[in-house]
């Protein structure tokens, strides 16, 4: 690890104004998961009620990455953060008056999502410009360690004080953490460059969309995030939530425990990434994550049988132990995985595309998660958990099927690269 990133006081404020937000954002979201799975008892009302958020993204992400792109990226995230803490207090001043209706919370839910349509390019953006190239995987390796702690610790919390005091309360302490993250940014210092592209937000995307589609790797790298998006993220979010507290009848805070369970896999998958990520290419710690992830879908597998899930019935505490170890064995494999994802295209898009190409992963990532979101939603109403499962597993092999070319891609041109220095290396002999 480069202790020299941990001197850094730049990155030391990425990191606080990052994990900060990240708190209070699952603090929010784990509170409205309970309050609507908790009001509706639907799994495919609840994958509605959750892909209404990505609707935004979808439609916005054309423009968001371009105009991104062209503003002060520092200025940006603190505005954004800044008004996302305003919205919360107001919504919190509203609940005096009334109990929050689930109309409240869909329109909360599109208005963050239309935050973070411009908020994630921004953000995405702001690494790279201050740490060196040659420290980015350990950059991220470390960032997604702190962010593992942060959403260990949160889910709990948000269990507790959504069980004693109700989303009230919740809204109020992530007001707080968007307000803190500001004060955070507005601290940091690097260089804010924008881009002098003046084409319209569509010409501009389409020259992302034309950069991506001519790199195999980046491609490859595109697909493979949105099978994740459609397979992986819509069974946890939808299938878990829904099993834990309607089949299983578990109480709040045990969601919170499995919850938990996924970042303490992603710190442990953080402490690996540090200690030996660096003995591989990039392209090897990609395919070695997605073989672990199809190795813990096989966790999740023995529920196909009727035999399995009588024992979870069978006493309260099944349930919450078995999805917190196959959650923790998934994250471990899954932030693997991402380390070397993220590092992959903040290393290789140029800096005056890196918005517009965040902007493109959280559009498709955004139409794979809806309509994920939507298939596991009936799946799992309609009690075919056996299929959903079944679903998942096909998606997780498609994963280690699209990185193919990457790697052979990521192998011709390490080849290529050796002839070149071995004919220069002679030129300059000669």
Not at 358 to 364: A, E, R
């Amino acid at each position: 690890m480069q202790t020299t990133l941990l001197k850094n006081k730049n990155y030391l404020l990425y990191l606080f104004g990052n994990n900060t937000s990240i708190f209070g954002d699952i603090l929010l979201m784990t509170g409205f998961s309970l309050y609507i799975m908790t009001v509706t008892q639907s799994a495919m009302q609840f994958g509605i009620s959750m892909a209404i958020a990505f609707v935004p993204r979808v439609l916005l992400s054309p423009f968001s990455g371009a105009w991104v792109d062209k503003l002060k990226k520092r200025r940006t995230v603190i505005c954004l953060d800044i008004i996302r803490g305003f919205w919360l207090v107001a919504l919190w001043l509203l609940s005096f008056q009334a109990p929050l209706s689930l109309k409240a919370i869909y329109a909360s839910l599109i208005f963050f999502a239309v935050c973070d349509t411009f908020f994630g390019p921004a953000f995405t953006t702001i690494l790279p410009r201050m740490i060196p190239q040659e420290n980015i995987s350990e950059a991220n390796a470390i960032s997604n360690t702190t962010k593992s702690i942060t959403t260990t610790i949160s889910p709990l919390v948000a269990t507790l004080i959504f069980s004693k005091f109700g989303i009230a309360s919740l809204l109020l302490l992530d007001a707080a953490t968007f307000l803190v993250s500001a004060v955070s940014e507005y601290l940091m210092r690097f260089d804010d460059s924008v881009t002098t592209e003046k084409r319209s937000g569509l010409a501009a995307f389409g020259d992302v969309l034309l950069f991506t589609a001519k790199d195999l790797r980046l491609s490859s790298l595109l697909a493979n995030g949105n099978l994740t998006h459609f397979f992986l993220f819509p069974f946890i979010e939808v299938g878990i939530i829904y099993l834990l507290i309607v089949t299983f009848k578990a109480p709040a805070f045990h969601f919170g425990i499995v919850e938990s369970s996924y970042s303490a896999g992603a710190i442990f998958s953080g402490i690996i990434a540090l200690s030996i990520g660096q003995k591989r290419s990039i392209a090897q710690n990609i395919n070695v994550g997605i073989v672990w992830m199809l190795g813990a879908v096989l966790l999740y597998g023995i529920m196909i049988f009727d035999k399995f899930r009588d024992i979870l019935m069978a006493n309260a505490y099944m349930p919450v132990a078995y999805f917190t170890v196959c959650g923790f064995v998934m994250f471990m494999a899954f932030n693997f995985y991402g380390v070397y994802f993220g590092s992959y295209y903040q290393s290789n898009v140029p800096q005056n595309m890196l918005g517009r190409f965040t902007s493109l992963l959280i559009m498709t990532f955004a139409i794979s998660r809806l309509l994920g979101m939507l298939a596991f939603g009936a799946l799992f109403e309609s009690g075919r958990i056996d299929l959903a499962i079944y679903v998942l597993l096909t998606g997780m092999a498609l994963k280690l099927l699209v990185h193919v070319p990457f790697l052979k891609e990521d192998h011709r041109v390490a080849v290529q690269r050796k002839k070149e220095q071995e004919i220069g290396t002679s030129d300059r002999i000669g």
